[in-house]
């Protein structure tokens, strides 16, 4: 546990260097839901933010944004690949988002949220990678630093952030990434040249809902 990010935000000195970009991506993604923007991976493994993008019927598009460039900025960048708009504070709230809106509120949620990853386990993780299936689920990549291993977190997306009740899911990604028992896991395909497990959420695999 540490009162200090790993890797600091110049603009935010209390969270991690990713935070602005999630929180910006997922008012990007909100916005753009209705346009079938699909923020389809952002890969941290490197120690810079890869961001690809996708709308149906087209290929991928990889950008590099920089993390604190701000949300016009990004939002210019992704408008040169396809229709993006901003979500607004007064667009209308929908009872049932779509899964591609509900993956943009994680997003939010992630960025919000960067001390799970350092303030929240005495166990040192990393945030690697989020990449959707725009249908579904949402996969959240947690280094275990100590461990040397990845364990890939799904979150069904499907409604999420509708209610109020999903607050706070960053701390429990995080915390199911390094308390999950063994039996729970199943073999991912190799992250950041270390093994890598993939589990649901607390009670998902037992058939108990999201939750």
Do not use: N
Not at 63 to 69: D, I, R
Not at 105 to 124: F, I, K, M, Q, V
Not at 179 to 208: H, I, Q, Y
């Amino acid at each position: 546990m540490s009162r200090h990010p790993v890797r600091p935000s110049r603009t935010l000195p209390a969270a991690e260097w990713w935070a602005p970009l999630l929180v910006d991506l997922g008012a990007v993604q909100r916005g753009s839901a209705g346009h079938g923007l699909c923020v389809e991976s952002v890969d941290l493994t490197t120690g810079c933010a890869r961001v690809t993008v996708r709308w149906p019927g087209t290929p991928a598009t990889a950008l590099l944004p920089a993390p604190e460039a701000g949300r016009d900025a990004l939002l210019r960048s992704i408008a040169a690949a396809g229709p993006a708009r901003l979500a607004e504070d007064d667009d209308p709230t929908e009872s049932t988002p779509s899964p591609l809106a509900g993956h943009g509120w994680l997003l939010d949620e992630l960025g919000r949220r960067s001390d799970a990853w350092y303030a929240y386990l005495a166990e040192p993780v990393e945030l690697l990678r989020v990449w959707t299936d725009g249908h579904r689920t949402t996969h959240v990549a947690v280094g275990r630093t100590s461990r040397g291993d990845v364990v890939e977190v799904r979150v069904p997306v499907a409604g999420l952030g509708a209610d109020g009740m999903d607050a706070g899911l960053a701390y429990t990604i995080v915390e199911r990434a390094v308390t999950v028992a063994e039996r729970d896991l199943r073999p991912a395909t190799r992250l950041k040249d270390r093994p890598a497990f993939s589990t649901g959420l607390p009670g998902e695999d037992a058939g108990l809902g999201r939750w």
